[in-house]
C-alpha cells in the first residue's frame, strides 16, 4: 500500500461513508486536532520516567483514534461507534480516577500555575492547551451535527488529567510551580 494517493491534492479529504469533504470543513479541524494532541501526548511519552503514566497516556492515545475515527464517520451518526472506535463511558471513570489518584499527591492548588516546568511538565501543559483547542473545535462541530456526548465529556476531563499530570510531573522532578 502506498502512503500517498494524490486524492488529497486539491484540498479535499475523505471521510468513513465516503464522502468526500474540503480539509478545512469543522469535522475535519476536530478530528485532525485529536491527532495533534496524540502526537503531543507521544513527545511527553518519550521523556517521562513514569512508566505508570506513560501507560495511562498511551490508553488516552488509542482513546483520542478511536474518538477521531468517531467524528471522522458520517454513516453511523450520534452513539453508533463499533469496534475499536468505541469509547465507552467507563473511559470517563477511569481519567476521573487518575486525577483522583494525581491529585492526591500534590499540594493543594491555591492559585493559577503558569506552564511550564521541567520538560515533561511543559509538554502535558502544551496538551493541555491543544485538547481545550480540540473541545472547542468538537463543540463547534455538535452545534451543526449529531457527536456523541462521550466525545466532549472525554475531552473535557482528559483536559483536566493533563493539568494534573503536569503538576505530577513538576512536582516528581522537585521543580517549584510558578503562580499568577
Known amino acids: 500500500m502506498k502512503i500517498y494517493t494524490r486524492t488529497g491534492d486539491t484540498g479535499e479529504t475523505g471521510l468513513l461513508g465516503g464522502v468526500r469533504v474540503r480539509k478545512n470543513v469543522s469535522r475535519v479541524e476536530a478530528y485532525g486536532t ?5 502526537a503531543m501526548l507521544g513527545m511527553a511519552c518519550a ?12 490508553n ?22 463499533t469496534g475499536k472506535a468505541t469509547v465507552p463511558d467507563a473511559r470517563l471513570a477511569v481519567l ?9 499527591q500534590l499540594p493543594p492548588l ?9 520538560e515533561a511538565g511543559a509538554r502535558l501543559h502544551l496538551a493541555r492547551t491543544i485538547c481545550r483547542r480540540a473541545e ?19 475531552v473535557n476531563r482528559l483536559s483536566d488529567l493533563l493539568f494534573v499530570l503536569a503538576r505530577l510531573a513538576n512536582h516528581h522532578a522537585r521543580i517549584q510551580e510558578l503562580t499568577w
Do not use: K, N, T
Not at 34 to 38: Q, T
Not at 47 to 58: E, F, N, P, Q, R
Not at 60 to 74: H, N
Open 34 to 38: 485529536l491527532d495533534e494532541l496524540s
Open 47 to 58: 521523556i517521562w520516567a513514569d512508566v505508570d503514566m506513560v501507560g495511562l497516556l498511551h
Open 60 to 81: 488516552v492515545q488509542r482513546d483520542l483514534f478511536a474518538l477521531g475515527a468517531q467524528l471522522a464517520d458520517v454513516r453511523g451518526g450520534e452513539g453508533q461507534a
Open 96 to 104: 476521573e480516577q487518575a486525577i483522583d489518584r494525581a491529585q492526591a
Open 110 to 118: 491555591r492559585s493559577f500555575v503558569l506552564p511550564g516546568g521541567c
Open 136 to 154: 472547542r473545535r468538537i463543540a463547534a462541530l455538535a452545534e451543526a451535527e449529531p457527536v456523541a456526548p462521550v466525545v466532549l465529556a472525554y
